[in-house]
């Protein structure tokens, strides 16, 4: 399984871009990376998912560059709300069989 | 609404004590998770399923048992716990042809 590298935290202020970089130099062929935000005490929760190129959704962009060894979650004008730990995570699809969270990146969204 | 539920959400107990922890799922997926939360340890998988009756190793499965007799659930069993499981319990769901991974709301245990 591939390891993934993210920072240990992040400051940013509300209505700024947060870019939050993921490394993970060993990603397989078939491996698709993924992102979960978790608040304190839930469950966590799926951002987005890419394989190759440039990913957006409604709340996120995921930039893989084309060699795919690191990848960019970007959070478009960030609010108070967005204070959370974010994980990047690698697998292949169908379905994760095992699956290593590492410790996440705590982004703290100050006014 | 599409859901995945544990019971009980908050359980204290005593060692040697055996406890199950149920995780539902109502959409059908056929992967199903069980994950352990510890402060600086992140999250770490204990046992996952691909379907009925197919259950297997994660990461931290010593002390835990798991069945999966029915697609929509995958039961948490400790035979007898001890205090170093004492830790916060995440259950999840996939399809399998999807990554992307559902998860319940959690079950804090602690264990005395």
């Known amino acids: 399984l591939a390891k993934t590298t993210q920072p240990i935290s992040m400051d940013s202020y509300e209505g700024q871009e947060v870019n939050i970089t993921c490394s993970h130099n060993?990603?397989?062929?078939?491996?698709?990376i993924t992102w979960y935000q978790q608040f304190p005490s839930q469950g966590p929760r799926f951002i987005i998912q890419g394989y190759k190129t440039k990913v957006t959704n409604e709340v996120a962009s995921l930039f893989i560059p084309a060699d795919r060894k690191s990848s960019t979650l970007s959070l478009p004008r960030v609010s108070l709300s967005d204070t959370a730990v974010y994980y990047c995570l690698v697998g292949d699809s169908p379905g994760y069989s095992t699956l290593t969270f590492g410790k996440g990146t705590m982004l703290l969204v100050s006014p | 609404e599409a859901q995945v539920t544990q019971n009980p959400r908050y359980l204290i107990t005593v060692t040697g004590k055996k406890l199950t922890v149920t995780c539902s799922q109502n959409?059908?997926?056929?992967?199903m998770s069980w994950y352990r939360q510890d402060p600086g340890l992140g999250l770490r998988q204990i046992y996952y399923s691909m379907n009925v009756e197919v259950t297997d190793k994660g990461d931290v499965p010593e002390g835990y048992k798991v069945s999966r007799k029915e697609k929509r659930n995958f039961p948490l069993i400790l035979e007898s716990p001890s205090p170093n499981q004492t830790s916060l319990y995440f259950c999840?769901?996939?399809?399998?042809?999807?990554?992307?991974?559902?998860f319940g709301p959690g079950t804090r245990l602690t264990v005395l």
């Open positions: 999840a769901s996939s399809p399998l042809s999807a990554a992307a991974q559902f």
């Open positions: 959409m059908n997926h056929e992967y």
């Open positions: 060993n990603i397989a062929t078939n491996d698709y």
